[in-house]
């Protein structure tokens, strides 16, 4: 991207002359694509399926928002369902960041629950919560044509769970069969027209916590990926959400000295406090924060996706051939409501 190219660039630029430093021209980049995309290309995401959650101000005093989109049917519509009544309950106003792990996981939920320095209560779960078996990790897929996309490439769409569309695009996406699914990243098994699909543990993911099989959580314990893609995760927990707004606050945070990232009991200063989490449908309509996401149906994605496997913009020499599903991100951006 131009960006990433100028800050990678700024070393040499102190020994070139300013006349060197011109971006030549080539091949738009991935941003650039993404930029030239028309409307109708974007899918607005409903409020329903977004959550607000408000973390205590920083040290500055400055506020800390986070927006995270919750999965889509087929996928983990139990824990999703879940994650809506604990909002709703205001079970989650008042829990902390218990746990960050470097470069794997920062975790959230009731301090006194599965904490190694937890001294008081447990929180009173809300009832009506749903009780989900391993087998809701993944959704069943039928794979139902292939149809070109380029020389040399190709493309398969398959019918995920409900009739959702699974859109694999070979062989720009590596390691397996990874495709894309209602405007998320995915991955599978596929034999013939047969298999089943599942979400991936890309950064900013967000998932459930949970203790030994067959235990499968509620989803009063959360986590997002804050580092790189621990895949072996996969089919393992349950994924219910990406964060799609605020990232920072959840990856920047200081780092636990505790087994797996949990803060001591020393370092209980350090637990962030969450101050509420509401499904933005729920807020008044002035507050609730619009997103929309490229869709993964689109041309332009398929263009976005292949310039991403094969980079020929200014700075890249050599193409790729291919990219991990997780390297492909879907495209989310805020709009005016």
Not at 216 to 224: P, V, W
Not at 248 to 269: D, N
Request: with cysteine; glycine share 8%.
């Amino acid at each position: 991207m131009r960006t990433a190219f100028l800050v990678a660039a700024a070393t040499i630029a102190l020994a070139l002359p300013a006349a060197a430093q011109e971006e030549p021209k080539g091949a738009p980049a991935p941003s650039e694509i993404v930029a030239a995309a028309p409307k109708a290309d974007w899918v607005a995401i409903p409020a329903e399926d977004l959550l607000v959650m408000t973390l205590a101000p920083d040290a500055e005093g400055n506020p800390r928002t986070v927006v995270i989109q919750l999965m889509p049917a087929p996928f983990s519509q139990g824990w999703v369902h879940n994650i809506r009544l604990f909002a709703r309950a205001k079970w989650y106003d008042g829990i902390s960041v218990n746990r960050v792990q470097d470069n794997y996981a920062t975790q959230w939920g009731d301090p006194n629950y599965d904490n190694p320095e937890a001294t008081g209560q447990v929180k009173p779960l809300p009832e009506g919560l749903r009780v989900m078996t391993e087998a809701e990790y993944v959704a069943p897929a039928k794979c139902t044509y292939v149809s070109p996309v380029g020389e040399n490439n190709f493309q398969r769409y398959c019918d995920v769970g409900f009739g959702s569309p699974l859109r694999i695009l070979d062989p720009y996406v590596t390691k397996g069969e990874g495709g894309f699914s209602d405007g998320w990243q995915m991955a599978g098994k596929i034999d013939g027209e047969r298999g089943e699909v599942w979400p991936v543990h890309c950064y900013g993911m967000v998932g459930v916590g949970r203790n030994y099989s067959p235990d499968t959580g509620s989803g009063a314990e959360l986590y997002t990926v804050i580092g790189h893609a621990p895949r072996h995760l996969d089919r393992n927990i349950a994924l219910v959400g990406r964060v799609i707004e605020g990232m920072e606050h959840l990856s920047s945070l200081p780092r636990g000295k505790g087994a797996l990232g949990f803060y001591t009991a020393e370092e209980a200063a350090k637990r962030t406090p969450i101050l509420s989490v509401r499904v933005a449908s729920d807020l008044a309509p002035a507050e609730q924060p619009a997103f929309e996401y490229l869709s993964t149906e689109s041309a332009t994605f398929a263009t976005y996706a292949e310039a991403i496997a094969n980079r020929r913009d200014p700075f890249f020499i050599v193409p790729a051939g291919g990219a991990d599903v997780c390297n492909i991100k879907v495209p989310v951006r805020r709009v005016s409501p």
